[in-house]
């Protein structure tokens, strides 16, 4: 047995898959990148590590695990659902010196406030499953705590998605995601990859992208409003805002009139101030409704 701490003493992951017939589940949205020196690029993309504790999720048979401990995270903390990497994370985990624990559990359903709380966790850096990573990031920039318990997220994702991150008003792909990014972050894209990278191969190139989190202003406008507004104004794209806006229950007119926005606007044409000030006008106007009942 290695010696503990020793993570570069492990067998190469090629080996600990075939020993032990491991294969990506389409179904989990597992793409696992094998290359040692890929993962140890992400793991230095996401900034020096020294000192800091990640939270990984979906490590898979623990690639970039490996990595994160090679580069210096002081401590790492991955987030898995499937059994089958039970073997492979302890592995890893009785050789890193006390530095990665693994709780294996739904990402969707974990209670990251909690996480953090009781292992200190303060970064995001993963090879994100491709069918959880839109809810994942979303969940995770609308917390109602802000500024959140992570400094940053380096999350690989699809490449169409890291373009929905950072697209600008007008851009092709902006929409409620980008919105949502950017409402109180800081988002780039810091590297692509090709498919040829990955295990299985994907259909579709990759990017890691960066959320830094940026300070909250004072007049910050609640996130759930802006929630509403970008569901209602992007849920039916193609109308024009007077038109799509209907679908908050409010008057619409007078919500455009109150944010300075002309009514035949279309949603991929705002820009971030533009809908944080719809969501300011729908905080007064229903602030302003006569109640019901008694």
């Not at 592995?91 to 990251?112: K, M, P």
């Amino acid at each position: 047995m290695s010696a503990p701490n020793d993570i570069a003493s492990l067998p190469p992951l090629r080996e600990v898959i075939k020993e032990a017939a491991l294969s990506a589940r389409k179904s989990l949205g597992q793409n696992f990148i094998l290359d040692l020196n890929v993962t140890r690029r992400i793991a230095r993309s996401a900034g020096p590590l020294d000192g800091v504790a990640v939270l990984e999720i979906g490590p898979g048979p623990g690639g970039l695990t490996r990595a994160l401990l090679l580069e210096g995270a002081r401590k790492v903390v991955a987030i898995e659902r499937d059994e089958r990497f039970r073997p492979a994370l302890q592995a890893i985990e009785e050789n890193s010196g006390g530095r990665f624990t693994a709780i294996f559990a739904d990402a969707l359903q974990a209670d990251y406030t909690a996480i953090a709380s009781e292992t200190g966790v303060s970064r995001i850096v993963a090879n994100l499953p491709y069918n959880i990573a839109t809810p994942l990031i979303a969940s995770w920039l609308t917390g109602e705590r802000w500024p959140p318990f992570f400094d940053k997220l380096a999350v690989m994702v699809q490449r169409e998605v890291a373009d929905r991150l950072v697209a600008p008003p007008g851009g092709e792909g902006y929409g409620r995601l980008s919105v949502l990014a950017q409402h109180r972050c800081r988002a780039r894209i810091l590297l692509t990859l090709p498919a040829s990278v990955f295990t299985p191969p994907p259909k579709v190139s990759s990017a890691l992208v960066e959320i830094a989190p940026a300070p909250e202003r004072a007049d910050a406008v609640p996130t759930a409003l802006l929630e509403q507004v970008t569901a209602a104004a992007f849920g039916q794209r193609r109308k024009m805002l007077r038109s799509s806006l209907a679908a908050l229950g409010v008057d619409a007119a007078l919500l455009l009139r109150e944010a300075e926005i002309e009514p035949s606007e279309r949603a991929e044409r705002l820009t971030i101030e533009d809908f944080q000030r719809l969501a300011r006008a729908l905080q007064r106007q229903r602030a302003q409704r006569p109640r019901q009942g008694p």
